[in-house]
């Protein structure tokens, strides 16, 4: 019986340490019109769904290497291209639900790591060359 109880608490401190290590910054529903430039080095998901951000500049991501997950769900984003994104080559998902996107850069090239992409309700052309 104390052998089952060892195990169950380095169970229990190694999925303590895992989520200790993900950080996780939520500014969902806040206004904002762009990426905010004093989001921390070490950040791992980011959330800034339900925003007025219009556009993704070449520079918001160039020190979050290790962003994992971005959610920019219902924004006003009308266009995403390659060097914007070009930095964030371990996300796991990114979701741009419900912006005003019309193409999108070959993702799949630059992000070997993303398992989920969003992008229902965006007024995206479906062009031979994207798919």
Same mark, same amino acid.
């Given at each position: 019986? @104390?052998?089952?109880?060892? #195990?169950?608490?380095?169970?229990?401190?190694?999925?303590?340490?895992?989520? *200790?290590?993900?950080?996780?910054?939520?500014?969902?529903?806040?206004?904002?019109?762009?990426?905010?430039?004093? +989001?921390?080095?070490?950040?791992?998901?980011?959330?800034?769904?339900?925003?007025?951000?219009?556009?993704?500049?070449?520079?918001?991501?160039?020190?979050?290497?290790?962003?994992?997950? *971005?959610?920019?769900? =219902?924004?006003?984003?009308?266009?995403?291209?390659?060097?914007?994104?070009?930095?964030?080559?371990?996300?796991?998902?990114?979701? *741009?639900?419900?912006?005003? *996107?019309?193409?999108?850069?070959? +993702?799949?090239?630059?992000?070997?790591? #993303?398992? @989920?992409?969003?992008?229902?309700?965006?007024?995206?052309?479906?062009?031979? =060359?994207?798919?």
């Amino acid at each position: 019986m @104390e052998i089952r109880r060892l #195990l169950w608490l380095l169970v229990c401190l190694a999925n303590f340490e895992e989520r *200790l290590c993900a950080k996780y910054v939520d500014l969902s529903n806040r206004g904002l019109t762009s990426v905010p430039e004093d +989001i921390a080095p070490d950040v791992t998901h980011l959330y800034l769904n339900n925003n007025d951000i219009t556009r993704i500049r070449q520079t918001d991501f160039n020190d979050n290497n290790i962003l994992t997950g *971005l959610n920019l769900i =219902s924004n006003e984003i009308t266009t995403i291209t390659f060097d914007e994104l070009s930095y964030l080559t371990k996300l796991t998902f990114l979701y *741009l639900n419900d912006n005003r *996107l019309t193409a999108l850069p070959n +993702i799949a090239q630059f992000m070997p790591s #993303l398992n @989920e992409l969003w992008l229902k309700e965006n007024p995206l052309e479906c062009c031979c =060359s994207n798919v």
